[in-house]
Nanobody
Framework: QLQLVESGGGLVQPGGSLRLSCTASRFALDNYNIGWYRQAPGKEREGVSC????????YYTQSVKGRFTISRDNAKNTVTLQMNNLKPEDTAVYYCAADRWITTAQAMCVMTGGPPQGTWGQGTQVTVSS
């Protein structure tokens, strides 16, 4: 069974940084599209950033552009999301998902609810508060 595990969440003050990691077991991530999603209380899950398995092209939702960076480390079988200049509105549970069927990073991120055939992690809480 494919598994993804997120780590790196926590409590941070506004303007601070966190680095989330998504690590796979039982499969190699290098050919998969990987997406980071978040869900705040009372809100729908939204795509934050995605990276293509075909060419490592990336997509960011508008609200995080210039602040978040997604990257892939195949040697560690990990995809990371570096989050800088965090804001209270970034508070949410963050999930990563892996998918091999969606054609582009943008398509994966804008898909309502995320990839229906994707493998999901259990989520990690990010809280931005003073």
């Amino acid at each position: 069974q494919l598994q993804l595990v997120e780590s790196g969440g926590g409590l941070v003050q506004p303007g601070g940084s966190l680095r989330l990691s998504c690590t796979a077991s039982r499969f190699a991530l290098d050919n998969y599209n990987i997406g980071w999603y978040r869900q705040a209380p009372g809100k729908e899950r939204e795509g934050v950033s995605c990276i293509s398995g075909a060419d490592d092209s990336t997509y960011y939702t508008q609200s995080v552009k210039g602040r978040f960076t997604i990257s892939r480390d195949n040697a560690k079988n990990t995809v990371t999301l570096q989050m800088n200049n965090l804001k209270p509105e970034d508070t949410a549970v963050y999930y990563c998902a892996a998918d091999r069927w969606i054609t582009t990073a943008q398509a994966m991120c804008v898909m309502t609810g995320g990839p229906p055939q994707g493998t999901w992690g259990q989520g990690t809480q990010v809280t931005v508060s003073s």
